[in-house]
């Protein structure tokens, strides 16, 4: 076995030393009835790597991969171009093969990345400080939401209508558990829920939590929001998914948020069917030991150099146990790295250009859509992605769309089966991998399918 | 005035019903730096046994216990820009809480300064 | 590079001074000390060429950006030099071994970081109409057929994103579970040498914690546990093997109680490499348990993630599964059940854990490693584990306190203390040596029920001459701490960083960069 070095003389000469007969002496305190006396049934053997290789290839090509087609996704997952450097420095094996910074001595490279991404959060989200990363934009959010929970001892919190439904999902599930209050509602072509929300803060909130840009696309000041919410004594927690749009517009914290969440995977992670992918995190200074999850901090070493290390771990599971913010443990750290080592590159000038250049094609695709007949473009703002009422129930059409080749956007009734009115929706997702081909394309395919 | 000692090793200053309460000399040595002390806020209520505030080290969190029932008058804020003191001087200017006493006959169950030093001396 | 020590340094802590035969730019030949990107970068440099933008009008609704962000750029060269810098103060698995108790810090096979990466995997989207992406399924109920297969279990929920949140998913099914009873059960009973997580995610799920006794050879306390057993325990949570490194000898007895009580078994499968194709613990009565794939299926640990925890279910647990999961229909499609259909396949769920489909590139690599393996490879892969750890074991025994050696052989790890060191060593000093000797630490300090314990988990992937020196080293750093050596009291001496002052960093948290360019802007 390729990955096994010991051989059998080995094996015979080391177990002579320990004093055993056989490998089996080393397992003597398994019970009787649970000992297997060969390998598992039903299950094969070992492979050869080209074996395996071709076994994955064959289910490699069943799937549709984005860059081989018009392609129009979104929905809290985003297709951006991605550097050629990006994966070849996370593949490193410095990086790659590295554990949790626990011993700073050997693993200033991990710590210093981590300090780097913790204030690219930071700065990009418009808050004092950030963590090391969590899961993903949903956990992120729900860990929110408990956070909130925390500072305020409340434990009602109000969930905006363009907040991803599987974010809110997950946000339920564990509602369910812990006895909070979640006020939620389903989203509304007419409008986003600004006053809705305003009008359900109250003394017992401990949040309320907005998408920016929703779950439709649209882009809504948060500003008011947080106003009533810090006149009741409640927090503001700000979601972004796309961190890209964050370029553009404004940030949560300039707004007034006081904890932003959000998904990392579309600077320098790729969509991966879902995962992994790096939750982001940051809020305002005075919150900072009721954060979850790992925080990076400066110091010095024993001769003065500067140097990190992860610190205020005494809020971690590992140390606090059953008192601990969150159990919480692994991060997402080599997604955390893609990431930070995505906007280097980027920086600030490639981040704002990125941004416009998205927005700049998203309003064509717009502009092009709208006219096609059956088609009305719902928001009146965006940054790269927007929503689309057809003629017709989306759904099958994404899965006609996909027979011709064109992945067309994700349909409202997989988000929402149950809502009737959100049938026809479309969101579709325009970023810079889109070409004037494609938007071509997809607007023909849309023009024959609705007539 | 007299000063009480308890079995968390905690002390007590009590002058009529008000009181202040802080950790020993022993217990800041065993916990190490000190990095980090929520203490509460004027107006909170504590009872006797329950948690009061909470005491950090770099690897170590730690719950002090109110060592008698009462209403906090003060915290000290010292400790929130310098938690150090309480490794400088933790019986005097490293000081937690003051409080009022809701319940003088609590302090019949502590120790006093001897007796506290024959316990720490048996640890 | 005077700035870079402005911070002061802590006389305290300093046992010797800088070597006075400094360099210029305070490197020391392949020792490249880097600056930060704030200091390297600035906000006009970038390493992308974007496409030219079309002019249009903006649709942002008045709500376009208006301040400076402060994200520094850096060119390409400049930015594959800054990581590339970066990367080599790392100690990492590809260097040397590994051994991090309860970590599993084996070798990550490279086929399975080329699968991860192909097209059809990692450039596909979670929300494609499940038609188009078949394989990708595909891969993730395979990779569920061989967990239910390898633990002798029910079902498998694969969503979880790491081994705390596997917890968490497992947890949830109980509370589910009892709830469907119509249950209120309050406490779950934890052994005091459980991994942190467990008493955090029982917290987390609302539980009130109490500690299970141990008996003196470093196992649960049966008779202890069944006194305490009642209609108030909703679960008992268990690693086995458990973290003293030892096998549960009563598990099954330990799970036969519990359920006669009513009550469920959660187990901590981090520890799954010491059993994985020789114990399946649904043999022992496990009703819920996690598997790290970034432990025992070799997926990278990344420098401390993405993990994956997906948690086998018994029969009994099964329905409370999250969703989304797939289903393979007999002519081979699979299907995703997910919101729309979980009402009538899955009515009792918890519900969705994590949006998506959990972590995909890691079910691509471990599945890539169980089939490189096969069950026979899996099998070999606990075997040599143990036999590994406990060569180490009996290798050092003589010269480390060995608390548990005596009650037999350990399982995938072993655990030491530093009782016997000269007056003022532990844990901390030998740790610090290994570093100095090439090596990344064992676990220090946990199990907490060990005074300075050492948790050394060798894994498989070591050949024995990798072994034999790792003994060398570690007995040479235990006779010294034994001896007093008074160089160890401020080692490390090779490394990147010396200790570092890790009271300055909590006293005075600095996480981000200071925000000098806005100000600078401002004025």
């Known amino acids: 076995m390729r990955y096994l070095p010991l051989t059998q003389s080995d094996r015979d000469t080391m177990l002579t030393q320990i004093g055993a007969q056989s490998i089996d002496d080393l397992f003597a305190d398994v019970p009787e009835a649970a000992r297997l006396t060969g390998p598992i049934r039903g299950l094969p053997s070992h492979a050869t790597e080209m074996a395996v290789e071709r076994h994955f290839s064959a289910l490699a090509r069943q799937n549709m991969a984005a860059s081989h087609h018009p392609f129009f996704l979104g929905c809290g997952a985003y297709k951006h171009h991605v550097p050629a450097s990006v994966d070849h420095l996370i593949q490193r094996g410095e990086f790659l093969t590295a554990y949790t910074p626990y011993q700073p001595e050997i693993a200033q490279g991990t710590l210093q990345m981590l300090f780097e991404f913790q204030t690219q959060v930071a700065r990009l989200f418009g808050c004092d400080v950030a963590n090391a990363s969590m899961y993903d934009g949903s956990t992120a959010c729900w860990e929110a939401i408990s956070m909130a929970g925390r500072i305020t001892k409340r434990s009602k919190a109000v969930l905006s209508s363009g907040l991803h439904p599987h974010y809110v999902s997950v946000c339920e599930t564990m509602a369910h558990f812990t006895n909070d209050m979640l006020d939620v509602a389903k989203p509304d072509f007419a409008g986003a829920d600004t006053q809705r929300l305003i009008d359900n803060i109250d003394e017992e909130t401990s949040a309320v939590v907005v998408q920016y840009p929703d779950i439709l696309g649209r882009i809504e000041d948060m500003s008011a929001i947080a106003a009533k919410a810090h006149e009741k004594g409640a927090l503001l927690i700000a979601v972004v998914t796309e961190p890209v749009a964050l370029g553009a517009i404004k940030s949560p914290g300039e707004m007034g948020a006081d904890i932003v969440v959000g998904e990392g995977q579309s600077i320098g992670v790729g969509l991966q069917f879902g995962g992994p992918y790096v939750g982001l995190f940051a809020c305002q200074k005075k919150f900072v030991r009721q954060m979850p999850g790992r925080l990076c901090g400066e110091t010095v070493d024993a001769e003065g150099k500067r140097g990190f290390v992860l610190t205020l771990s005494t809020r971690e599971q590992h140390i606090r146990r059953e008192k601990a913010t969150s159990n919480i443990c692994t991060n997402s750290g080599l997604c955390a790295l893609a990431f930070s080592i995505h906007m280097s590159l980027l920086g600030e000038r490639g981040l704002c250009d990125l941004a416009t250049l998205n927005h700049a094609r998203a309003v064509q695709a717009a502009q092009r859509l709208n006219k096609v007949p059956g088609v009305r473009v719902v928001n009146d703002t965006f940054f790269n992605e927007f929503t689309l009422e057809l003629s017709k129930e989306a759904r099958p059409l994404v899965r006609e769309l996909a027979d011709r080749r064109i992945l067309g956007g994700v349909s409202l009734g997989r988000l929402y089966p149950d809502v009737n009115a959100l049938q026809n929706g479309l969101v579709v997702a325009v970023t810079e991998i889109v070409t004037d081909e494609d938007i071509e394309t997809f607007a023909d395919a849309l023009e024959e399918l609705l007539s | ?123 | 590079m005077s700035d870079l020590n402005k911070g002061g340094w802590r006389p305290e802590m300093t046992e010797e001074r800088r070597d006075e035969q400094g360099t210029f730019t305070g490197n020391r030949a392949l020792m490249l000390d880097e600056a930060l990107i704030f200091e390297i970068g600035d906000s006009e440099t970038t390493g992308v060429d974007l496409a030219d933008f079309p002019q249009v009008e903006t649709r942002l609704g008045g709500m376009e950006r208006d301040r400076r962000i402060g994200l520094p750029g850096l060119s390409e060269p400049e930015a594959v030099r800054h990581y590339t810098r970066l990367s080599r103060q790392n100690y990492a698995i590809d260097l040397g071994l590994f051994p991090l108790g309860s970590c599993t810090m084996k070798h990550n096979p490279r086929l399975n970081e080329k699968i991860a990466r192909m097209k059809g995997f990692a450039d596909v989207h979670p929300l494609q109409p499940v038609e188009t992406v078949q394989g990708a399924l595909g891969v993730i109920n395979e990779l569920a057929v061989w967990l239910i297969k390898l633990t002798g279990m029910h079902g498998v929920a694969m969503t979880p994103k790491a081994g705390a949140h596997g917890e968490l998913c497992g947890i949830l099914c109980i509370k589910a579970a009892l709830e469907a009873r119509g249950e209120d059960r309050k406490v779950i009973l934890v052994p005091e040498s459980a991994h942190g997580t467990n008493p955090a995610t029982a917290a987390f799920a609302g539980y009130v914690t109490e500690n299970i006794p141990a008996t003196p050879d470093g196992r649960v306390d049966l008779e202890a546990l069944k006194a305490r057993l009642g209609p108030d325990i909703a679960a008992v949570m268990i690693t086995n093997p458990n973290t003293c490194g030892l096998f549960e000898r009563d598990m099954k007895a330990i799970s036969d109680a519990v359920h006669a009580a009513g009550g469920y078994v959660y187990c901590d499968g981090a520890n799954f490499n010491a059993i994985v194709g020789r114990v399946r613990p649904g043999d022992l009565g496990v009703d819920a348990m996690h598997i790290n794939l970034h432990k025992t299926f070799s997926t990278p640990h990344g420098g401390g993630g993405p993990g994956s925890g997906p948690v086998v279910l018994s029969e009994a647990l099964s329905p409370f599964g999250p969703i989304p999961y797939t289903e393979r229909f007999g002519d081979g499609h699979i299907t995703l059940v997910e919101e729309e259909t979980a009402g009538d396949r899955h009515p009792h769920s918890i519900g969705r854990m994590t949006a998506f489909h959990g972590q995909m590139g890691m079910y691509t690599r471990a599945l890539a490693y169980v089939m490189s393996h096969g069950a026979d490879g899996l099998k070999q892969v606990a075997e040599d584990a143990v036999l590994n750890a406990n060569y180490l074991l009996r290798s050092l025994e003589d010269v480390l306190d060995a608390p548990f050696g005596k009650s037999g052989p350990c399982m995938h790890e072993a655990l030491f203390s530093d009782m016997g060191m000269a007056e003022g060593y532990s844990t901390l000093d030998i740790a610090k040596g290994l570093i100095d000797e090439g090596y990344h630490p064992m676990t220090v300090y946990f199990p907490l029920v060990v005074h300075g314990a050492m948790l050394v988990e060798p894994t498989e992937t070591e050949s024995k001459a990798a072994l034999d020196e790792f003994i060398g080293a570690l007995r040479s750093v235990a006779i010294r701490a034994k001896a007093g050596d008074e160089a160890l009291k401020s080692a490390p001496h090779f490394a990147p960083r010396r200790r570092l002052d890790e009271t300055l960093a909590a006293r005075k948290p600095k996480l981000v960069w200071p925000q000098t360019e806005l100000a600078e802007a401002a004025e």
Not at chain 2, 14 to 43: K, R
Not at chain 2, 45 to 58: F, Q, T
């Open chain 2, 1 to 123: 005035m007299s000063r009480y000692f308890t079995e968390e090793h905690e002390w007590i200053d009590v002058d009529g019903e008000s009181a202040t309460v802080g950790i020993t000399d022993y217990a800041q040595e065993q916990l190490g730096d000190i990095v980090f002390v929520e203490v509460p806020a004027a107006g909170a209520e504590i009872s006797k046994g329950g948690d009061a505030a909470i005491i950090e080290s770099v690897k170590a969190a730690s719950d002090i216990y109110a060592p008698v029932s009462g209403t906090i008058t003060e915290g000290n804020s010292a400790l929130e820009d310098d938690p150090a003191l309480i490794n400088s001087d933790p019986e005097s200017d490293g000081w937690f809480f003051r409080m009022t006493l809701s319940d003088e006959s609590e302090l019949e169950t502590l120790m006093n300064e001897t007796a506290y030093k024959a316990f720490v001396d048996g640890l």
